[in-house]
């Protein structure tokens, strides 16, 4: 275990105890092509982090300062969450957000998808996915509300609904991701874009989508590339709101 200014670094192989090892383990355990991990108790952004970590490195926060989510807005990180980002060689992050949402809503019951990367359980985000490219490598920040106090409307946290504790939470979304992203590099995206659409609660509803080109509203259908048509536009970055 490498020390780190205000966090630790575990390679694969390396054993120890501790909350880090606790998730370092589940995470070479599900993610086999992972080969460092980095533990924060408290940090600016995952996705902040990941910029200056090798490729299949996975770092996780007990906390985060700073975390950011689609359209640049705040992510509240409070303790009892789990605030985790992936680094990976480039590949399309469409396709890999897209994934990472389903990766999380197979491992939870219940779940359902709201374009392009929001996770929901009964109708409230619990979960949000940011892609990034950053240099020669593209980082996937995920955060998931567990345990943590949900203040925003619209909001949910997993342990209103089931008793479940953090790790088991991380267990079973990488073991998820794991799978699939092995899934993906085997050229399966069609299987798993079928996955997808089968649990993304946007598609045939009426929707209002908010774009930098204008807003958009009308029936939501869902392409293979993981744009979605509005209103006869293709859409791949916006704020989909879900109309009654």
Not at 26 to 53: G, H, V
């Amino acid at each position: 275990m490498q020390e780190l200014s205000s966090g630790v670094k575990i390679k694969r192989e390396e054993v120890g105890t501790g909350k880090a090892f606790e998730f370092a383990s589940i995470t070479f355990k599900n993610l086999p092509f992972m080969e460092n991990f980095y533990y924060y108790e408290l940090t600016d952004s995952t996705n902040e982090r990941a910029r200056d970590c090798e490729t299949f490195s996975l770092i996780l926060a007990e906390e985060q300062t700073k975390g950011r989510g689609r359209l640049n807005r705040d992510w509240i990180s409070k303790r009892g969450g789990l605030y985790f980002s992936i680094v990976l060689p480039p590949y399309s992050l469409e396709k890999l957000t897209l994934v990472s949402a389903l990766s999380v809503a197979e491992a939870i019951e219940h779940s359902r998808i709201k374009w392009p990367n929001d996770v929901l359980l009964f109708g409230k985000k619990f979960c949000g996915i940011l892609g990034e490219s950053f240099g020669d490598k593209v980082i996937v920040g995920v955060g998931i509300n567990v345990e943590n106090d949900v203040e925003i409307p619209n909001a949910c946290k997993i342990s209103s609904f089931y008793r479940i504790s953090r790790t088991e939470v991380f267990d079973r979304v990488t073991a998820r991701f794991g799978k699939n992203y092995l899934e993906l590099l085997s050229g399966n995206w069609k299987e798993l874009f079928a996955k997808y659409r089968d649990l993304c609660d946007t598609l045939g509803k009426k929707v209002r989508v908010i774009t930098s080109e204008g807003i958009f509203e009308g029936v939501a259908e869902i392409c293979e590339d993981g744009a979605i048509i509005v209103g006869g536009k293709k859409i791949y970055a916006g704020d989909c709101i879900h109309l009654r």
